[in-house]
């Protein structure tokens, strides 16, 4: 599976943004999905992540009623819908697949994506 992040910008503090990952191959509806981040000079942390089939999400703590994660399979897609977002978002964005017992690990990630920036001004 390669994945490909897009749709990372530039926005005011409040504002929002939707980021999207496409997927190549067949078996990308196999796979729960993840959203990371990483701001600079700090650890890559989990964001949010959906199961396989999309029946269940699971978010950070920071990001919790602001962020919307889901999926649509057909299209090789999922999505992360940033809404109030804060200075504190500011970060590369990266989406990953891997296995829902461990969804959270970033070590334990398959396949990751490449990157997409997202800064948000005060």
């Known amino acids: 599976v390669q994945l490909q992040a897009s749709g990372g910008g530039f926005v005011q503090a409040g504002g929002s943004l939707t980021l999207s990952c496409v997927a190549s191959?067949?078996?990308?509806?196999?796979?729960?999905m993840g959203w990371f981040r990483q701001a600079p000079g700090k650890e890559r942390e989990f964001v949010a992540a959906i199961s396989s089939q999309g029946v269940t999400t699971d978010y950070a703590d920071s990001v919790k009623g602001r962020f919307t994660i889901s999926r649509d399979n057909a299209k090789n897609t999922v999505n992360l819908q940033m809404n109030s977002l804060k200075p504190d978002d500011t970060a590369v964005y990266y989406c990953?697949?891997?296995?829902?017992?461990?969804?959270?690990?970033?070590?334990?990630?398959?396949?990751w994506g490449q990157g997409t920036q997202v800064t948000v001004s005060s």
């Open positions: 990953a697949a891997g296995r829902w017992s461990t969804i959270r690990t970033i070590s334990s990630m398959t396949y």
């Open positions: 191959g067949r078996t990308f509806s196999t796979y729960p």
